[in-house]
């Protein structure tokens, strides 16, 4: 594959080629994300104004556009400087005027000879009784009307942009298509009734009726199609360069893992047997493994981790576990160690944070094999950390690790395994755009004896009534975390929220029952803070949201969420898996500030519906769109032009079993089929594909 395939240069030529584009339109498309006339017509109409002619403006209701075939009455120019120009024109039923501002007079009797005929379209309005269009969007003679769309697509502009100079760009980028053969399989293409690539773009632009805008519409449905199948076939091609990549064969004998069975107060769930043979299998295999466990809050992802790293260890390698932030790092070490000492493996903790002989000492050891198991932060990768054999790395991410990050750790020259871990429940849609090169292990069960937690909505107005309830349970020797309103704009203000919800606390409490977690604290003082309420020293915690992921105090049975509208579903759920992890029954106050809007209410009474995190990312999806529900700019998530992850999730799964179907087939893309598909990818920029076809 050397290059872009000549039929598609005429749309990756230069904009001032279109009709109505010069230089400067040019600079302003390319401020809007419009560089080629490809871009240009992936660029679709967001809506349409309907310019069916009527014979009077009679038929319609005002105000809304309207076009009509009138005849040019008399002109009357302004008595006044500053008031407008007016021409009384008259249809089949009755008269009305046209406005204009700042118009000339000379020009207004040219374009609108009184006596002759003109077909006019604008916007109708009345205007003290009188029925007006101020400066009309169309004033043809009847024979040149043609040009006059009967529904006109509207674009999304750009300032600098018209819809006129959109509408004469996109045609003149119409005419530029070439011939393509097609890439979509073809009983799929016939069953959905879909068009040709070159016909749906056509359709695409020139819709006939509101209905043909919607994501629906067989032409619209075939172009997210194929956006979805380029970046499907792409994932698809890292997944097999993956898996090509040859690996260690890592199958260990089991005695490890019976150890850290035998120490389990209850047994493995079903999905988490399933998870850990399918992992077991990937890590025995000559090839190297790229998976994504996926577990809502508490199924008992770590288990699974840490069999997963006892395999790798009874073949005589190395693992790594590596988390996000410094609290998760040692919170992972904490809730691992008694399980490795049941195993008698070595397992050693690495973060930022050791420094000196400490941290000379535990690279000498892992340098010579020692250490087996490394927890950590993302300073496992710093150049001075070698390991003597390295063979598993298990990812706890969220979201921070796109897919760059995980071929950069593959491209370490080691043949690592991977396992990716994440406890935030994503949509399946999001989930095959943001981890469709991996293969996915899901734990959809919560282990025994994990009791639900009552969720409770309460206006932030009965604060006393909350406090005084609080007071009694801490006086039963219940533990509960208080979390303060997210705020957007700043640390510094959440801080000082956090403080002074510490201070009244303390104060309705006594001294020493509460403790305060927040971002701008000092590393150490977090920790001491967070040791003191895991030890059940301090029995109230008031933090912001650096508790969200990986705390576990089993002790703590009581949530409290204060501004709980302000917070994503998501987040309040993770918020809420850290109670519920013990014997007591636990609780969850979500605060909010009253009045709420409608949205806010629905969010917050789903979470009060139900604890399936897979539900609750459904419904957040479709109420924040895809972008929020992960962060797009850390989420390595493609920007679609086209394709709605929202409204057309059905499509991605359709595009992933195509795409890797097709590879099965046509692993070098050299097959008919295959070489439309490279055409495909050209045409929507899917460059890593297009490199990993050549590397593959």
């Known amino acids: 594959m050397t290059g872009r395939p000549e039929a598609l240069f005429p749309l990756f030529g230069t904009l001032t080629r279109l009709d109505g584009v010069g230089a400067k339109t040019a600079q302003v498309m390319i401020d809007a994300g419009i560089a080629k006339p ?45 008031k407008p120009y007016r021409v009384t024109v008259e249809d089949e039923q009755t008269s009305f005027q046209l406005v204009f501002f700042h118009a000339r007079g000379d020009y207004l009797q040219k374009l609108l000879p009184t006596g002759q005929r003109r077909v006019v379209s604008g916007k109708l309005e009345l205007f003290d009784g009188i029925a007006q269009i101020v ?14 769309p009967a529904f006109e697509p509207v674009y999304p502009l750009h300032a600098g942009l018209t819809q006129k100079t959109m509408w004469k760009a996109t045609r003149s980028a119409l005419a530029l298509l070439p011939d393509l053969p097609d890439w979509i399989d073809p009983a799929q293409k016939a069953r959905e009734g879909w068009p040709d690539w070159a016909q749906a773009l056509h359709l695409a632009h020139n819709p006939q009726s509101s209905v043909d805008l ?30 090509r990549a040859k690996g260690v064969a890592s199958a260990g004998d089991g005695h490890l893992q019976t150890r850290v069975l035998a120490d389990l107060p209850y047994r493995p769930t079903g999905a988490q047997t399933r998870a850990i043979a399918e992992i077991g299998s990937d890590l025995a295999a000559p090839l190297r493994m790229n998976r994504l466990l996926q577990g809502d809050v508490g199924s008992g992802k770590t288990l699974v981790a840490m069999m997963a790293l006892c395999q790798i260890v009874e073949s005589g390698g190395q693992g790594v576990m590596m988390a996000p932030t410094e609290i998760l790092a040692r919170q992972h070490y904490a809730g691992l160690e008694p399980l490795a000492a049941a195993a008698g493996i070595r397992l050693e903790v690495l973060t930022g944070r050791d420094k000196g002989h400490d941290r000379a000492t535990k690279l000498a050891a892992l340098a010579q094999g020692e250490i087996q198991i490394l927890v950590g932060t993302h300073a496992v990768f710093q150049k001075d950390v070698h390991f003597h054999d390295l063979r598993l790395a298990v990812i706890d991410e969220q979201h921070r690790f796109g897919v760059a990050q995980r071929m950069e750790l593959g491209a370490k020259g080691r043949a690592v395994d991977v396992l990716v871990m994440t406890a935030t429940p994503i949509p399946r849609s ?5 981890y469709g090169d991996m293969d996915v292990s899901v734990l959809d069960e919560k282990p025994p004896g994990r009791k639900p937690v009552q969720t409770a909505l309460v206006s932030a107005a009965r604060m006393d009534e909350i406090v005084a309830k609080l007071r009694a349970a801490v006086a039963e020797g219940r533990q509960a975390y208080w979390v303060c309103p997210l705020v957007e704009e700043s640390e510094v203000v959440e801080m000082t929220a956090a403080e002074d919800r510490f201070k009244r606390l303390r104060a309705a409490l006594g001294e020493g029952v509460v403790g305060l977690v927040h971002g701008q604290m000092p590393v150490a003082e977090k920790d001491a803070a967070m040791a003191r309420f895991v030890s059940g020293e301090t029995r109230v915690l008031v933090a912001t949201t650096v508790i969200e992921v990986g705390v576990n105090v089993p002790n703590a049975s009581i949530m409290m969420i204060e501004g709980a509208e302000s917070f994503g579903l998501a987040q309040l759920h993770q918020l809420r898996g850290r109670v519920g992890r013990g014997a007591a029954a636990s609780t969850c106050l979500l605060i909010y500030q009253p009045p709420l809007s409608q949205n806010g209410r629905k969010r917050l009474e789903i979470l009060r519906e139900t604890e399936d995190g897979f539900r609750i990312s459904e419904e957040d999806l479709m109420m924040r769109g895809a972008g929020d529900v992960i962060g797009t700019a850390q989420s390595g998530l493609p920007r679609f032009r086209i394709a709605d992850l929202e409204r057309q999730a059905g499509l991605m799964a ?15 893309l050299q097959m008919p089929r295959g070489q439309a598909a490279r055409s495909l990818l050209w045409l929507l920029e899917q460059d890593r594909g297009i490199r990993l076809i050549s590397i593959g």
Do not use: F, N, W
Request: aromatic share 0%; net charge neutral; glycine share 4%.
């Open 135 to 148: 400066h009309p969007d169309h004033m043809l003679p009847p024979a040149e009307a043609e040009t006059i």
């Open 38 to 82: 490809a871009d240009l017509l992936l660029t679709l109409p967001v809506s349409g104004v309907d310019r069916r002619r009527r014979g009077s403006i009679r038929e319609v209701i005002a105000p809304c556009i309207v076009t009509v075939e009138v005849t040019i009455g008399a002109h009357l120019p302004p008595k006044t400087k500053g």
């Open 430 to 434: 999001l989930a095959l755009a943001q």
């Open 654 to 668: 359709v595009a992933q079993s195509d795409a890797r179907k097709l590879l099965h087939d046509d692993p070098d």
């Open 214 to 243: 919607s994501p629906h519409h067989p032409a619209r449905a075939r172009l997210a199609y194929d956006e979805l199948m380029a970046h499907q076939i792409t994932l698809a091609l890292a997944r097999i360069t993956a898996r």
